[in-house]
């Protein structure tokens, strides 16, 4: 029986959640300084928020999130993953009463991966929230296809159906076969800055010239500048809608 426990309670599985899941994301993902200064403050407020999906004491996959208050229009939702960060952990301190729950994670450990253990993980975080009293669920969610079109603008991509009408994008379109629909672009979802080196470690590459490059697992392009020792990503996500 699949089971969503809190991850407070379930100290036995956090080393290998630390490994299986970091695994399964780009370097340069863990390098938006925008979330720097709210990341202890989001453990330590919202604990309850991250979860683990457990079968038979075997850890399967994992995902965390934040409530926010948010009015229901695309003008209102944050610029993206960031945002989100940032508005729920000041609307915290400022007593704001959240009504939004917003998925920012998820990852199936890689040998677990196409057996619809995302659904698994969407569905119970969804009900969830629900109890919780979050009657709305929102993601800015990073389309995994999309690193494969690098240089199409991210409203484009959102736009590519398959023939049954489902999203192109695998991960989307598990998202949607759960009821959810795609609400915007977030082009500027999370804001990744370093030096050249910084960008070399990360992607594994080296950038000789100042100029645009496509990198492994970029969901856009990599924008290099010598003489100014910066390298700068920025990353788009598609803000959906949980019915
Ligand atoms: C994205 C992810 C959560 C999907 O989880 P999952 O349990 O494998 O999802 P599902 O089994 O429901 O499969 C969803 C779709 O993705 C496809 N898929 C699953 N694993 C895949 C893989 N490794 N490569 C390509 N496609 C894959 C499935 O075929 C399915 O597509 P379908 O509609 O044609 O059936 C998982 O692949 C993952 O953890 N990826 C790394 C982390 C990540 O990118 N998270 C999303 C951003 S927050």
Redesign the pocket.
Known sequence: MYELIPVADGPQYDKEAEQRFIE??PEFIFHDEGVTPYRERRVEYFRDWEYYLVAEDRLI?GCWGVPIAWDGTVADLPGGFTDSLGRAVTSYEEGVVPNTFVLM????RSD????????RVITAIRDRAVDKGLGQVIAP??P?LKSRYPLTPIETFMTWTREDGLPLD??L??HVRLGATLLAPAPASQTMTGTVEDWEKWTKMLFPSTGTYTIPDGLTTLAIDRDADTGIYVEPNIWLRHA
């Open positions: 399964e994301w996959a994670a998820a990852a199936v677990e991966q196409g057996r619809g253990h995302a659904g969610v990073r995994t695998p991960w379109r598990t």
